[in-house]
C-alpha cells in the first residue's frame, strides 16, 4: 500500500516547481497527508474546497492511516499532514520531519455493538469496564490493527484497562488499512463490538445495525491536528502555502466552517473547532 501511495504522490507532484515560493498556476497546489477519516465524513474537501476559493491555491490529498500518513511524509513528497495520535504525532516532530503540532479540531470515538448487545455494556460510564466486559465475555471484537489513528486509541484503552486481548474474540480486519468505514461495515456483518470515530458512525449509520453503546468518557476524544513537514530537512516543500492553509483552517472562518460541518445533515456536528481562535465558538 505504502508504495502504490507514493507513486501516487509522485504523479501529483509531477511538473511542480521544488521552489518554496514560486506563484505559477502550476505550483500554487500543496499535498496533504491525511488520516481516512475526516477525508471519508467530508471535512477535508470542504476546507480545502473553501481555501482554494479564497486563494487560488490548490490542496490535494492522499489518505492512509496516521501511521501510514506520517511515513508517506517522511518521503518529504507532502508539504503538511493532518493526523490523530498523539505519541506517533510527538515523534514526527521530534525525529525533525514535523515543526510542530497545531490543534485543529477534535470529536470522539464511541464503542458500537450489535443492538442485541451480548456482552451487556450498554450505557457503561467509561471505556475500560466495558472493554473489561467484553473481554470477560469473549464476545467478538474487530480491531483495524494497522497502527491509524483509530487502532493506536483502541490499544492505548487496552493498556489504560489493564487488558492485553487475544484468542479468536478478537480479531484484526484484514482490510483494516482501507478504513473506518470498511471497518465498521464489516463489523456490522460479524455483528461485533469495535471503536469507531463518531463522524464516521454518522455518515454510515443508516447502512449498519449496529448501535453506539458506550460514549462520552472523557477517555474517548479524538484531537485531529496539523503538522507542517520541516522545509529545513526537505527544501521542496512549500512551507509558505502550508501555513496559508493552516492560518486558514484554524481561523475564525475555517474553524466556523468545521463547527457547523455536518449539522444540517447529521443533526449534530461531527467536529468541534480546537484552534486557539476555534475553542471560542464552542458553546
Not at 51 to 70: C, D, N, P, S, Y
Request: charged share 25%; hydrophobic share 40%.
Amino acid at each position: 500500500m505504502a508504495a502504490a501511495l507514493l507513486l501516487l504522490t509522485g504523479s501529483l507532484f509531477a511538473g511542480c516547481s521544488s521552489s518554496n515560493n514560486t506563484t505559477t498556476a502550476g505550483s500554487k497546489q500543496i499535498l496533504l497527508a491525511s488520516t481516512i477519516g475526516p477525508i471519508d465524513a467530508g471535512i477535508v474537501s470542504a476546507l480545502e474546497d473553501k481555501f482554494e476559493q479564497k486563494t487560488g491555491i490548490k490542496v490535494r490529498h492522499v489518505g492512509a492511516g496516521t501511521g501510514e500518513a506520517l511515513k508517506m511524509a517522511q518521503s518529504g513528497n507532502f508539504d503538511l499532514v493532518l493526523v490523530h495520535a498523539k505519541a506517533l504525532e510527538e515523534k514526527f516532530v521530534a525525529d525533525g520531519y514535523g515543526t510542530e503540532r497545531i490543534d485543529l479540531m477534535y470529536n470522539d470515538f464511541v464503542i458500537i455493538g450489535p443492538e442485541a448487545d451480548p456482552a451487556k455494556i450498554k450505557g457503561m460510564k467509561t471505556s475500560s469496564e466495558a472493554l473489561k466486559k467484553i473481554m470477560d465475555t469473549k464476545a467478538l471484537f474487530i480491531s483495524r490493527g494497522d497502527n491509524s489513528g483509530t487502532n493506536v486509541k483502541e490499544k492505548e484503552l487496552w493498556q489504560a484497562a489493564g487488558l492485553k486481548p487475544q484468542g479468536e474474540w478478537y480479531r484484526i480486519y484484514e482490510k483494516g488499512a482501507e478504513g473506518n468505514v470498511k471497518t465498521l461495515k464489516y463489523t456490522d456483518e460479524q455483528k461485533g463490538y469495535t471503536i469507531i470515530d463518531r463522524a464516521t458512525y454518522l455518515t454510515v449509520k443508516d447502512q449498519i445495525a449496529l448501535k453506539v453503546l458506550v460514549e462520552k468518557d472523557v477517555d474517548l476524544l479524538n484531537f485531529i491536528t496539523l503538522i507542517p513537514v520541516n522545509q529545513a530537512k526537505f527544501p521542496q516543500v512549500k512551507s509558505d502555502l502550508a501555513k496559508q492553509f493552516i492560518d486558514f483552517c484554524t481561523s475564525t472562518e475555517g474553524q466556523t466552517l468545521i463547527r457547523d460541518f455536518g449539522k444540517d445533515k447529521y443533526g449534530e456536528p461531527l467536529f468541534f473547532p480546537n484552534s486557539t481562535t476555534g475553542k471560542s465558538l464552542v458553546k
